[in-house]
């Protein structure tokens, strides 16, 4: 089914299933599937039960996906490594640091473990690595990441919304400082691309990480790596595969010789079902269009806020909706019993540290809101 330009919510709501039984404001953890992702795997399995092998096929899907991802991100197709997850493309970036020169690795409060983890490891490497902190309001300043940051950094990694507190970071000013120390800065925002209208080169910064499970509506396993174009031939990933080679189907092994372009961080075969499934939650996203998509889950946010300010909740993610995104978290009293609670009415949430975790996409209505509100009204004692 065709989606037009600027349509969202109700007006798209019958091609994802779940709805007809179940209020879904989980999409910080998986987006829904929708019958146009169902369909898109359908045709993976047709085409290779008619075919047998449709590698030329697949390929071209693959540089379809890298297509595809720049477009969201507003870089070139060069720009763009197709990845199996975060973690690939955080690790083929630390592997090409020269951490010798510059061994700090400077990293903020609220990173994903993958990202926390893989700094450290560098550690075996030398790193030595620095945690950035929150203040008491939850928020993370620039002004904390210039004390951390200094002539012996090499990387600054920086998360645009936070999946922890629903946190928008000021990436573009954490990317300025970055480079006024000369170090690159990574934006991982899984939480934030397909959400929000994403301008990589307005950010400034020099990758910018995610993946297609939440917000760009397929499963796990496709991720992406944007890498700034100008950086390319000073990085050269240690971690790597064949597919990073620049030509492939050569088979030689008697060097290394990656692409030229960001395909340099690629690595091995790609992962063909998960390419067909993201090409299809991206064309959702692309046809509904971000800004379109940004402005509907702005309201529903607005709306959700509001709702629980009524109910005198404690909500951890920032008023201001410039310093927000599409998750709201709010404390509770005993989270695990509040999100089972929900499940039990068919209400999907999920919880990190002791806050409820409500995230609105594309597809929600004010009626999830006022759901979601009604429900916690008649289990206020849960919210602290
Ligand atoms: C901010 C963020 N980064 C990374 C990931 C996942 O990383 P990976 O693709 O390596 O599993 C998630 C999702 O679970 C996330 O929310």
Known sequence: MAIETGKVGAALRDQFPIFEHTTYANSCSQGVLSRRVRAAYEEYLDGWDANGAEWEHWVERAEAARAAFAR??????????VTTSVSQGVSGIVSALDLRARPRIVISEYEFPTVGQIAHAQELRGAEVVHVRPEADGSIRPERFAEAIDERTALVCCTTISYRTGHRHDVAEIARLAHDAGALCLADSYQAIGAIDFDTRALGVDFVTGGTVKYLLASAGLGFLYVR?????????????????????KMDIS?????????RFDAGTPPVPNIYAGLAGLSIVEDAGTPAIEEHVRGLTTRLIEG??????????????????????????????????????????SERDSNLRISLHLYNVDEDVDTILAALARHRHLLA
């Open 255 to 263: 060097d290394y010789s990656p692409a030229a372009d960001a395909r």
């Open 229 to 249: 174009g100008k950086l390319l031939p000073g990085l050269l990933p240690s971690q790597t595969g064949w597919f990073a080679d620049e030509d492939i189907f």
């Open 72 to 81: 969201l991100l507003g870089a070139e197709p060069a720009e763009v490594a």
């Open 308 to 349: 629980l300010d009524e109910l005198g909740a404690q909500v951890v993610t920032p008023r201001d909706p410039e310093r927000r995104g599409p998750l709201v978290c709010v404390k509770s009293t005993d989270v695990r019993t509040l999100v089972d609670t929900l499940a039990a009415a068919r209400i999907v949430c």
